[in-house]
């Protein structure tokens, strides 16, 4: 069976950037363009994995994953996070909120397939 992966980027093309290595990897991706639609189709789908965005409007990752991971629906599906914020602090304070993973933008097909072998 497919595994199930949430893809959530407020950006066409980095979503569909992903969502095609994913899918060639063999996923069922579900897309989400904000925190607010991560979280309610995380609880809705219970995806495998969450590949999660930072920056976003409304809802940022750091929010959307902190709050999955304080969900109890939700708290054991790990979160990587995929972004341009590249410092250390990014990823410690990543780690904080819940995430199990951090990609940084632009990210290659193999490191997003890496993290899924990982954490799926």
């Not at 189709?41 to 969450?50: G, H, L, R, T, W």
């Not at 304080?70 to 602090?89: L, R, W, Y």
């Amino acid at each position: 069976m497919a595994k199930k992966v949430l893809v959530v980027d407020d950006s066409a093309a980095d979503l569909a950037n992903i969502k095609a290595v994913l899918s060639d990897a063999g996923c069922l991706v579900i897309t989400a363009t904000s925190g607010a639609e991560a979280i309610t189709k995380a609880k809705a789908e219970q995806p495998s994995v969450i590949f999660l965005d930072i920056v976003m409007p409304d809802m940022d990752g750091y929010e959307a994953c902190r709050q999955l991971s304080q969900d109890g629906a939700t708290k054991a599906i790990p979160v990587v996070f995929v972004t341009s914020k590249a410092q250390k602090a990014d990823k410690v304070w990543g780690e904080l909120q819940g995430a199990k993973g951090h990609l940084t933008k632009p990210y290659t097909a193999d490191q997003v397939v890496d993290q899924l072998k990982k954490l799926g």
